[in-house]
């Protein structure tokens, strides 16, 4: 079986910063990406940032400039760095990774059980 454990949400104010981390364990043979996603209250889930193995990142628009994610292939882990936070960054944030637990298998899709953040003064 595989794992993702994320840790890191909490209350901040505006303003403020927070950073995620995500740890990816169990049976992986190769990760090819991993990411944030977020959900907030009555919205659909969205990409927040992805890394993918050879080093392409890719940020949802609002969030450029002020997050920053990073990863660790050899620990596989997945950092998110949130600075200068808003109000409508509130919400639910999961960790996702694409990997295979084979060497000749498919691509499978993990997801973790999500942290909240919440931005509020």
């Known amino acids: 079986q595989v794992q993702l454990v994320e840790s890191g949400g909490g209350v901040v104010q505006p303003g403020g910063s927070l950073r995620l981390s995500c740890a990816a364990s169990g049976r992986i043979f190769s990760i090819n990406g991993m990411g944030w996603y977020r959900q907030a209250p009555g919205n659909l889930r969205e990409l927040v940032a992805t890394?993918?193995?050879?080093?392409?990142?890719r940020y949802t628009d609002s969030v450029k400039g002020r997050f920053t994610i990073s990863r660790d292939n050899a620990k596989r882990t997945v950092d998110l760095q949130m600075n200068s936070l808003k109000p409508e960054d509130t919400a639910v944030y999961y960790c996702?990774?694409?990997?295979?637990?084979?060497?000749?298998?498919?691509?499978?899709?993990?997801w973790g059980q999500g942290t909240q953040v919440t931005v509020s003064s």
């Open positions: 996702n990774a694409r990997l295979r637990t084979t060497n000749s298998g498919p691509l499978y899709i993990y």
């Open positions: 890394i993918i193995s050879d080093g392409t990142i």
